[in-house]
């Protein structure tokens, strides 16, 4: 009896172990098929191969998983970025975890550990170009990254099965990384627009008895996008080859343009009441002080008239240049806010104080105010060739021109411009203006000019 209990025990014993070492075999076979398919999806993973990844795996080619996967990897990049990415690409290695492997049935799973240059510490330096850029993920650190492949057993073959999932697509990060180049001063002078930078109000290459130069750059408005990227500029000026003056530091991008313009007042050098006559050059900057392009204007100065013998007579005396002569003041308040007055020369057609050239473009009386006055004011132009009282009246009853204006800021104060823009048309004799407030219609102050006499 316990001979026979030996027996049947002995034989179910070694049935188990048959069947288990069965089982063991099977699951043996199936491991090494399923390392094998892992190896394979591993290198098409580094490989960036959408067809491949999606012909070997259970992923729909019409899913928005396989559609998504598709344009991240074969979609349309910029030169500089598929650089970008070979280089990454190169530095990809991967270990298939064997100890890892589970099967079950018709399922198993993986770890699979991707290599991968740290792309994101790379990508936190600024680089002049794409070479540099490449040169540093050669150089970089790297980093490691899990994935845990899952497949399934169809028709004896074993298939990737999570392609294209949230944890598949990690590995890809390195094709939505932003990166751009530090501008070199070649690169900026490139965004200058030539047909749109000039000096102002000179087209011939010289001012004249002026009190500032400007010269404004205009650039393509791709410099819009470097607005967030901290890119700083400066201008200088120079007088014969000599630096007069230095800017303030301009950030580079926040707008399309960048006014150069210096004033006298700005330049302690000088006494006179207009910059003297000689070469000037502009130059803009990097903030290391690399040249970006530079433009030179000519300054001339009208000389001097030669005294001439005259009947000595009592002195005019007078508050400003010109009050009465070519202007004078109807109200005292105003004439309070006054820091100048003069007839201004937009076109270089001035002839004298208070007289213009028969071509000239626009006439222009310039009142300079303080920072606190604010007046709305109205303007008239009315004209005669006759300076006959009553000529005078009949003109100023009948004004050709009116405009309403309050003062304009620029960045050597504020300014009522009292402009006539007659655009070439003018006629000889006297251009007769008054100012008054603009509510009150009490006159502030009024004057005149000769034009082609």
Do not use: H
């Not at 190169?90 to 550990?113: L, M, P, Q």
């Not at 050098?269 to 903030?287: E, H, K, M, N, Q």
């Not at 006539?420 to 509510?439: C, K, L, R, S």
């Amino acid at each position: 009896m316990k001979t026979s209990l030996k027996k049947i025990l002995s034989v179910a014993v070694t049935g188990t172990m048959l069947l288990g070492s069965a089982g063991c075999l099977k699951t043996s076979g199936n491991k090494k098929d399923v390392l094998k398919a892992a190896e394979a999806l591993a290198s098409n993973m580094v490989s960036a191969s959408a067809d491949d990844l999606i012909k070997n795996s259970s992923l729909d080619k019409n899913s928005s998983e396989a559609v998504k996967l598709t344009e991240l990897l074969d979609g349309e990049y910029s030169d500089d970025q598929l650089a970008f990415f070979k280089a990454v690409e190169k530095t990809i290695t991967y270990e298939v975890d064997e100890d890892s492997c589970d099967v079950e049935n018709d399922e198993a799973t993986v770890d699979i550990i991707f290599t991968i240059a740290d792309y994101d510490a790379v990508l936190e330096a600024e680089y002049a170009d794409i070479d540099e850029l490449i040169a540093a993920v050669e150089k970089a650190d790297t980093k490691e990254i899990k994935f845990i492949a899952d497949f399934v057993k169809e028709d004896k073959e074993w298939i990737a099965n999570n392609v294209g999932n949230k944890k598949f697509m990690e590995l890809y990060d390195y094709r939505n990384a932003e990166f751009s180049f530090a501008l070199t001063p070649e690169m900026i002078a490139e965004f200058i627009d030539r047909d749109l930078s000039s000096f102002w109000m000179t087209a011939d290459g010289v001012y004249t008895d002026t009190t500032f130069i400007e010269y404004d750059f205009y650039f393509n408005t791709e410099v819009l996008d470097y607005a967030d990227k901290d890119i700083y500029v400066y201008f200088m000026l120079l007088k014969d080859g000599e630096d007069i003056y230095d800017s303030d530091v301009i950030q580079f991008g926040v707008a399309d343009s960048i006014t150069c313009r210096v004033d006298l007042e700005q330049l302690i050098f000088t006494s006179s009441d207009v910059l003297d006559a000689g070469t000037y050059t502009i130059r803009l900057l990097t903030t290391d002080s690399q040249l970006i392009d530079e433009e030179t204007v000519t300054v001339e100065v009208t000389p001097e008239p030669e005294p001439t013998d005259t009947v000595e007579t009592e002195p005019v005396v007078v508050s400003n240049d010109g009050e009465g002569i070519f202007y004078a003041y109807n109200d005292e308040a105003f004439k309070s806010y006054v820091i100048e007055a003069k007839w201004f020369d937009y076109d270089g057609y001035k002839t004298g104080d208070y007289q213009f050239s028969l071509d000239v473009e626009t006439i222009a009386f310039s009142l300079k105010v303080t920072d606190d006055c604010d007046k709305t004011v109205s303007y008239y132009y009315a004209f005669t060739d006759d300076p006959s009282e009553s000529s005078i009246t009949e003109a100023i009853n009948n004004c050709e021109y009116s405009n309403t204006i309050s003062p304009t800021s620029y960045t050597n104060g504020n300014y009522y411009d009292i402009d006539y823009p007659i655009n070439g048309n003018a006629i000889p004799g006297y251009y007769m203006f008054y100012v008054t407030d603009a509510e009150t219609e009490d006159v502030l102050i009024y004057g005149y000019c000769e034009v082609g006499l």
